[in-house]
């Protein structure tokens, strides 16, 4: 912590009630704390605020902690959470301005802070990834071992949200879930996008929510990427059928377009000699493959098609296993393409 976000987390402990009745409006005070469901002020009991204590260390003024997620900070987080704020910029204005504070003259050769980006812009996008963290250990890797998918080598692309705001309609409040992150990028490599799937807590599942997944930014053309493309690539709609396929391709670059619209849009690396299309069994997948063959052909790529014996290639892992996968998509492949991409069977 910063000595500027250590000094504002002090002075608004010594004030921590006043605090909790401003931005925790939802809890009320119990003895020596104040209940609440959560930092967000969702009405509950399983969040408390220390109201009385020393101003720092074990058991300060200001600390929290919630019982059901276990997640816990000071009021500095009350803040940042209950308003909805990202930069800490923006959090120390907010606890200045509660505490009558003057704000500090900024230094001469600093840039005058950033716009909020416009929702559901690539800006947007690129800033909820870079908000988001790697999903080793968390309930993204759950959800993902949950539907079958255990290697996730080199899937930087994909990253975790623990609270990825979710608004079902303009008119509904703003919830928040647990969430995969995927960044979505041109063939450059720059982030255009995002896609968001909505997560239950324990990631036993998506959140039940009417629309759980959701793509922001710029998303025509590009996709959500795995491995570095050269001249062979295979390429599909959904991220998890996608992963599905690297759980016995791990070695082949891979891209998910997210719908089967993009998928027949996808643009080709320079170097592409033949690709893979992953259909899924259904009249649109029909379409993508359609399209993308005759495209393919006619920029003298060559296209195989990777198909599923049921809907898709993540249905078909869950359902027959890893080893029954291995054997179709092995029949499927061109042969100087088994030895270089099909992992062994262990």
Known sequence: MTRDASDLAHRLGRQAEAVCREYLSSGRREGRYWMVGDV????????FVRLIGPESGKGAAGKWADAATGEHGDLLDVIRESCGLVDFRDVADEARTFLSLPRPEPEPDRQRRPTPAPTGSSEAARRLFAMSQPITGTVAEAYLRKRGITNLHGAGSLRFHPRCYYRPDEHSPTETWPAMIASVTDLDGRITGAHRTWLSPDGDGKAPIDTPRRAMGDLLGHAVRFGVAHDVIAAGEGIETILS??????HMPMVAALSAAHLAAILFPAALRRLYIVRDDDPAGDGARDSLIERANGAGIEAI????????????????GIDALRAAVHQQLALEDVARFLALAA
Request: glycine share 6%; aromatic share 6%; with cysteine.
């Open 40 to 47: 967000r002020n969702t009405p509950g009991r399983s969040m």
């Open 305 to 320: 098609v990777l198909s599923p014996v049921l809907g898709d290639f993540n249905e078909d892992l869950r359902t027959f």
């Open 245 to 250: 396929l690297r759980c016995v391709l791990p």
